[in-house]
């Protein structure tokens, strides 16, 4: 069975740090684009930060560049994203997600960035940021 498993959210304060780790089970990481999304309540679900797993390269978005930092861990299958100096406006439902992807986020061609791109899930997790 394929999951991926979402783990280190919770409550901090504005100017706090959390971080959140992905987990897989029942398939490898190698060949795949790791990404975390985050929904708030009444938005879209929006991309925060992808890493290819094959050359590590990653991509973030521009309301996360700077504060947050996506890694990967291929021995232990666990991607994780460090989020720094947080702000009320980051609370949301934080979701990983993989798909199969061997190219590179410094590359031109098409990068997996949208939800569509990606074919498996977590379940989600919650951060809350109180100011």
């Known amino acids: 069975e394929v999951r991926l498993v979402e783990s280190g959210g919770g409550l901090v304060q504005a100017g706090g740090s959390l971080k959140l780790s992905c987990a897989a089970s029942?398939?490898?990481?190698?060949?795949?684009?790791i990404g975390w999304f985050r929904q708030a309540p009444g938005k879209e679900r929006e991309g925060v930060s992808f890493?290819?797993?094959?050359?590590?390269?990653?991509y973030y978005a521009d309301s996360v560049k700077g504060r947050f930092t996506i890694s990967r861990d291929n021995a232990k299958n666990t991607v994780y994203l460090q989020m720094n100096s947080l702000k009320p406006e980051d609370t949301a439902v934080y979701y990983c997600?993989?798909?199969?992807?061997?190219?590179?986020?410094?590359?031109?061609?098409?990068?997996?960035?949208?939800?569509?791109?990606?074919?498996?899930w977590g379940l989600g997790l919650q951060v809350t940021v109180s100011s």
């Open positions: 029942g398939f490898s990481f190698v060949g795949h684009a």
């Open positions: 890493i290819s797993m094959r050359d590590g390269s990653t």
């Open positions: 997600a993989a798909n199969r992807y061997s190219g590179s986020y410094y590359s031109t061609l098409f990068k997996p960035r949208a939800p569509l791109d990606f074919g498996s």
